[in-house]
C-alpha cells in the first residue's frame, strides 16, 4: 500500500542539537571492559559489592553497566582523561568483535599495508567544540592507531554538520562505503530516539556490514547536556546485528549526575564535547581495540560475510539508499528544471537545484522512497515549496530559518511505498515575498 508521508523529522531536542551541530568549523586499562556489556544481563552484584550503591531498579544494559562500574568516589579532574569505569561503562554493546579483531590483526602483522578507516556522523564527528584539530576524536584515534597498530592508516572524516542519520544512509555509499572502509564508525546524535531513526540507522549498518570487505562497524554515541540521547533507538540496532556500540553518553553523564564534574568541564555548549570530550570520546574507542590488540591469541579473528537473510531489526527500508543530483540520471531525471536552473552546492553537497525567483520545476524520480536535502537559510529570502509526487496530495517544506544559528541542509522524507516505481514530481515555489530555495539532492531508495 502506498502511502504519501508529509514528515517533518521531529529531532529530538532540535533547538539544542541542531544550533550545536550546524557549522562544521563551529559549537558539530580495564581488560573487563570488552566484555562488560555481554554480560551485563548477569549482573547480580549486592550492594555491598558495589561501593554500598543499590543496584538500579532500572534493568537497562545501561543501568546494569552502572552497578557494575560505579561513578567516581568524589570530584575528578575529567581533564586527565577517563577513569576505568567509565571506560568499562562505554561498552554498552560488545558485540561480535570478530572482524575487528581481524581487521587489527591483519594490520599488526602487515604493518606496512594501509588500513581504511572511516567515521561518517554530524559536526561532532567533524570535530566541532575541539580547539584544535590535534584533539578531535577522529584524529585522537588516528594517532593512537599510528602509535599503536601501525603507521600506515587513511582516516576519512565524513563528517557533515547537522546531518542526521537519514542523510547518512543516503550519504553512506558515496561518502563511505565506495572506498572500501576496513572499519566504520558511526555517529548521529541529530537523530531522534524513535522508530523512524532506528529504521535509518539499521539501513546504514546492513548496509555496510554487506560489504564485500567484510567491514568492521561500531556506532558510537555522544549525549546531549540534558543527558538525551538516540541511545535506545540505536541500541535496538546494535544489538541485532550483534556489532559493537561505544557509549560516551554512559561514559560521562553518570559522573557528572553524580557531580564528579560538570558538563561545562567536557563541553563549550549543549552537545559538542570540548577537547577533554573530544579526547575522552576517542579513549571510549581506543580501550576497546586496545584491548582486542593486546588479547589477539585468544580471541575470534575470522570474520564471516554478512548474510542477506539476517532479520532487521528496524525493518531496513533505506535499501539501496543514494543520492540523487544532476549527475545521476538513472535514479533521478530532470524533465523540466523550469526556473531551477542554479546549480547548488552546500558543504559537501554537489548537483543540486536552485531557484531565485520562485517558479517550479519537474523530475522523474525511479525508487520506492523518496526525500529530499535542501538548504534552510537564515537570510530571510528562502521561501515554501510544494511537493507533488504523482497525484498524491502535495507536502509543504520550508526553506527560511528565521533567527537560527545559520544555514544547514535539512533532509524531510516525502514519500514512502512498498515497491520501486517511476514518479513523476513537481516541485513549486509558493507565491510569497520569498522566493528563493535550493534542492541539493534528493535522497532515493
Known amino acids: 500500500m502506498k502511502k504519501l508521508l508529509a514528515m517533518t523529522l521531529s529531532i529530538c531536542m532540535a533547538g539544542l542539537v541542531f544550533v550545536g551541530c550546524g557549522d562544521d568549523t563551529s559549537s558539530s586499562k580495564a581488560d573487563e571492559a570488552a566484555s562488560s556489556a555481554n554480560s551485563a544481563a548477569e549482573v547480580t552484584e549486592s550492594s555491598s559489592e558495589n561501593g554500598g550503591e543499590d543496584t538500579p531498579a532500572d534493568d537497562s544494559v545501561s543501568a546494569q553497566l552502572l552497578a557494575k562500574y560505579p561513578v567516581n568516589d568524589g570530584a575528578y579532574d575529567v581533564s586527565q582523561g577517563a577513569t576505568e569505569n567509565m571506560l568499562a561503562r562505554a561498552i554498552l554493546n560488545e558485540g561480535d568483535t570478530s572482524r575487528l579483531a581481524e581487521k587489527i590483526d591483519y594490520a599488526v602483522n602487515n604493518p606496512k599495508e594501509t588500513t581504511k578507516i572511516c567515521f561518517i556522523g554530524d559536526s561532532i564527528t567533524a570535530g566541532s ?14 594517532t593512537w592507531w599510528e602509535e599503536n597498530i601501525s603507521y600506515y592508516v587513511d582516516v576519512t572524516n565524513a563528517g557533515i554538520g547537522a546531518t542526521d542519520s537519514y542523510c547518512g544512509v543516503h550519504r553512506a555509499q558515496q561518502d563511505c562505503v565506495s572506498l572500501g572502509a576496513d ?17 535509518c540507522m539499521d539501513s546504514l549498518v546492513r548496509m555496510c556490514l554487506a560489504q564485500e570487505n567484510n567491514p568492521a562497524v561500531i556506532i558510537l554515541e555522544p549525549s546531549c547536556e540534558d543527558g538525551s540521547s538516540p541511545q535506545d533507538a540505536h541500541l535496538r540496532v546494535a544489538q541485532g546485528y550483534n556489532i559493537p556500540m561505544i557509549s560516551y553518553h554512559d561514559a560521562v553523564i553518570p559522573e557528572i549526575e553524580a557531580g564528579n564534574f560538570t558538563w561545562a568541564d567536557v563541553s563549550p555548549d549543549t552537545v559538542h564535547p570540548n577537547d577533554n570530550g573530544h579526547i575522552i570520546m576517542a579513549q571510549c574507542i581506543t580501550n576497546m581495540w586496545a584491548n582486542i590488540k593486546d588479547n589477539l591469541d585468544s580471541v575470534e579473528k575470522v570474520s564471516t560475510a554478512f548474510d ?31 526556473t531551477f536552473t542554479e546549480v547548488s552546492e552546500f558543504q559537501k553537497f554537489t548537483g543540486g537545484w536552485g531557484t531565485t525567483t520562485g517558479g517550479s520545476a519537474t523530475f522523474e524520480i525511479t525508487a520506492k522512497n ?11 529570502k528562502n521561501g515554501t515549496i510544494s511537493v507533488k509526487v504523482d497525484d498524491n496530495d502535495a507536502v509543504l517544506i520550508d526553506g527560511n530559518f528565521p533567527g537560527g544559528w545559520g544555514d544547514y541542509a535539512k533532509a524531510d522524507s516525502i514519500y514512502s511505498s512498498d515497491e520501486v516505481a517511476t514518479h513523476t514530481v513537481t516541485v513549486e515555489v509558493i507565491e510569497g515575498d520569498a522566493q528563493e530555495f535550493q534542492i541539493l539532492n534528493w535522497l532515493v531508495s
Open 308 to 338: 542477506p537473510a539476517t532479520e532487521a531489526p528496524a525493518g531496513n527500508p533505506f535499501e539501496n539508499a543514494s543520492m540523487g543530483s544532476r549527475n545521476t540520471e538513472d535514479t533521478v531525471k530532470t524533465v523540466d528544471e523550469g
Open 129 to 142: 567544540g575541539a580547539n584544535s584539530s590535534t584533539n578531535q576524536y577522529v584524529n585522537q584515534v588516528k
Open 183 to 199: 572499519i566504520i564508525v558511526i555517529e548521529f546524535i541529530n537523530d531522534a530516539n524513535d522508530d523512524f531513526y532506528a529504521s
Open 370 to 380: 523518496i526525500g529530499m536535502l535542501y538548504m534552510k537559510t537564515v537570510s530571510g
